[in-house]
């Protein structure tokens, strides 16, 4: 994670006030969580929502720092992420909001929410995941991965799963701020190496954007 953009590391490591002027800024939320139990425990993809939260990790734009909530938190997350004006994630729509609903006291489709999946697969025509595009990007990568996970809480090990969560939360808004900024993210193509997706992701204008849910499984 050494070459990867530190963009807030003064307001997050400083211990300095975020300007007032931060209050009246859009409160992006960038969102991911890990289960207690895989697809095999539960029957299939289709199933996430079975899975039971173990971890669920936000960092607020607004705030500038991270939120970690555990499963009898669940509905605190809910909440948190209905305060936003823009919640982000990766595969958020068709695998999180599975896995979290059951907590929740609302429709979290509700929620004004942009996946990156959901828009790199549209514009490609096929999946490429999140570790995919971060390596080729930010020339970054996750730290773990979901099966070390899901063995972190067997064994109880929540503080791992919570810094792992973290990494990928913070690869998740890296990447997106990349692309916000230079208007495309990088991927490799089989046949022609690595190249540069355009997007147009403008925090602006994805503020009522209303969410999709393409119900697919997690990259």
């Not at 997050?12 to 300007?19: H, Y």
């Not at 936000?58 to 605190?76: C, G, H, I, N």
């Not at 701020?177 to 993210?185: M, P, Q």
Request: with cysteine; proline share 4%; aromatic share 10%.
């Amino acid at each position: 994670m050494a070459e990867q953009f530190n963009l807030f590391a003064e307001s997050e490591d400083s211990g300095q006030d975020v300007p007032d002027s931060a209050s009246s800024e859009p409160r992006t939320l960038f969102f991911d969580l890990e289960t207690q139990k895989s697809a095999g425990e539960v029957g299939g993809w289709s199933n996430s929502h079975l899975m039971k939260l173990a971890v669920g990790v936000v960092w607020d734009s607004r705030e500038k720092e991270y939120f970690t909530f555990l499963e009898d938190q669940a509905d605190q997350l809910a909440q948190k992420l209905r305060s936003a004006d823009l919640v982000v994630g990766f595969n958020v729509i068709g695998f999180d909001y599975s896995v979290l609903q059951p907590y929740a006291s609302f429709d979290l489709h509700e929620i004004n929410t942009f996946d990156m999946l959901i828009d790199v697969h549209k514009k490609l025509g096929f999946r490429v995941s999140l570790n995919h595009l971060a390596q080729h990007t930010l020339k970054a990568e996750k730290s773990a991965d979901g099966l070390l996970s899901l063995q972190w809480y067997k064994e109880g090990k929540i503080d791992k799963i919570v810094e792992y969560c973290k990494k990928d939360v913070e690869i998740t808004r890296d990447l997106f701020l990349f692309g916000e900024k230079n208007g495309f993210v990088n991927y490799e193509s089989r046949d022609r190496g690595v190249q540069k997706l355009p997007v147009d992701w403008k925090v602006a204008q994805l503020i009522g954007t209303p969410a999709t849910d393409p119900k697919r499984p997690p990259a």
